[in-house]
């Protein structure tokens, strides 16, 4: 079983940062790949970012190819969202999720409460 919480989010300007973290609790956490997903209103959930397990092996989203980086710490139970040049269409709830990996939602068995990221013009 793993629970996670994610914090982080607020409101920025556009071409400001963010750094969203995502804390595990469960001893899965460092055997799970961490993903990251957003939904805007009126949207479907979209993938943002994943990393594996050991953190040697990361995947993005072409809408946030360069701009995001996804880190994790194993000794911390913790994965990190750093999020760069934020757009507003980056505006959405973000949701930390462990399992398999991939793009999929599907693939994710836990689920993080999401946090509110806002960019304004």
């Known amino acids: 079983q793993v629970q996670l919480v994610e914090s982080g989010g607020g409101l920025v300007q556009a071409g400001g940062s963010l750094r969203l973290s995502c804390a595990a609790s469960?001893?899965?956490?460092?055997?799970?790949?961490m993903g990251w997903f957003r939904q805007a209103p009126g949207k479907e959930r979209e993938f943002v970012a994943v990393?594996?397990?050991?953190?040697?092996?990361?995947f993005y989203a072409n809408s946030v190819k360069g701009r995001f980086i996804l880190s994790r710490d194993n000794a911390k139970n913790t994965a990190y969202l750093q999020m760069n040049s934020l757009k507003p269409e980056d505006t959405a709830v973000y949701y930390c999720?462990?399992?398999?990996?991939?793009?999929?939602?599907?693939?994710?068995?836990?689920w993080g409460q999401g946090t509110q990221v806002t960019v304004s013009s």
């Open positions: 999720a462990a399992g398999r990996g991939g793009s999929n939602y599907s693939l994710y068995n836990y």
């Open positions: 990393i594996s397990w050991s953190g040697g092996s990361t």
């Open positions: 469960g001893r899965t956490f460092s055997s799970s790949a």
